[in-house]
């Protein structure tokens, strides 16, 4: 089935630790994003990318990092200099990124800080 | 730049009775917009959109919304809450042109309770 696969489910971080989070897509799509979810804050846009080897930050990119290297996986590290990382991390991926195209959203990775 | 508001964090309906979410936007140009369900623990699943043509658009299980430009408002409308409908909802919205071209900005959620 074709779709988003995003890995792990839940990851555990200690402090001072980098972390990746993985996001995988077998629909053929050009962009990919990443959202970040915290209760009654709705969804805000970490970083994104139209097309391989090239990305945009969004909203909140201060403390992550990610590459596209291949169109089909756009990955997500968590650095040290997040101060609050503690979340739920959605991938999401759309035809390409054009204003009215759909964007298909993965099952989420809930991060926790220990 | 635009924003989303959904008014209502929590909306708590009877099996059967309507079910009405709030959404109001901003936006310099006419926008986009998008209805999202996330059920617990999983993903965002898109409902319906609005691009242009018909202003009521149908979408998913049942779910329809109107775009009222004069009103600024995309609201979500079911006539008959199922317990299955129970989840959270979000609000969407992308421009057209300009900065925010081809990217969604989203409203803080409305969490939809439906009681037996």
């Known amino acids: 089935d074709g779709g988003i696969t995003q890995s792990p489910k839940y990851l555990f971080r200690k402090e001072g630790q980098n972390v990746t989070l993985s996001c995988e897509q077998n629909?053929?799509?050009?962009?990919m994003y990443w959202y970040r979810q915290d209760p009654g804050q709705g969804l805000r846009l970490i970083y994104y990318?139209?097309?391989?080897?090239?990305?945009q930050k969004g909203d909140i990119a201060e403390g992550y990092s990610v590459s596209r290297e291949k169109k089909e996986s756009f990955p997500l590290t968590v650095t040290s200099a997040q101060k609050n990382p503690t979340a739920f991390y959605l991938c999401?991926?759309?035809?390409?990124?054009?204003?009215?195209?759909?964007?298909?959203f993965g099952e989420g990775s809930w991060l926790t800080v220990v | 730049a635009q924003s989303v508001t959904q008014l209502g964090s929590h909306v708590s309906v009877s099996e059967g009775a309507l079910v009405l979410l709030r959404c109001n936007y901003s936006?310099?140009?006419?926008?986009?917009l998008f209805w999202y369900v996330q059920y617990p623990n999983q993903g965002l699943q898109l409902l319906l959109k609005?691009?242009?043509?018909?202003?009521l658009v149908k979408g998913i299980n049942g779910f329809e919304a109107e775009f009222k430009k004069s009103e600024t408002s995309f609201h979500l409308t079911k006539p008959s809450a199922h317990m299955s409908d129970a989840a959270e909802y979000f609000c969407?919205?992308?421009?057209?042109?300009?900065?925010?071209?081809?990217?969604?900005?989203f409203g803080q959620g409305t969490i939809l309770t439906v009681h037996p």
């Open positions: 999401a991926s759309s035809p390409r990124s054009r204003s009215g195209n759909t964007i298909y």
């Open positions: 629909l053929n799509h050009d962009a």
């Open positions: 990318s139209q097309i391989v080897n090239d990305f």
């Open positions: 936006s310099s140009v006419p926008p986009y």
């Open positions: 609005y691009t242009t043509g018909a202003t």
């Open positions: 969407a919205v992308s421009a057209p042109s300009g900065t925010s071209y081809g990217k969604l900005t």
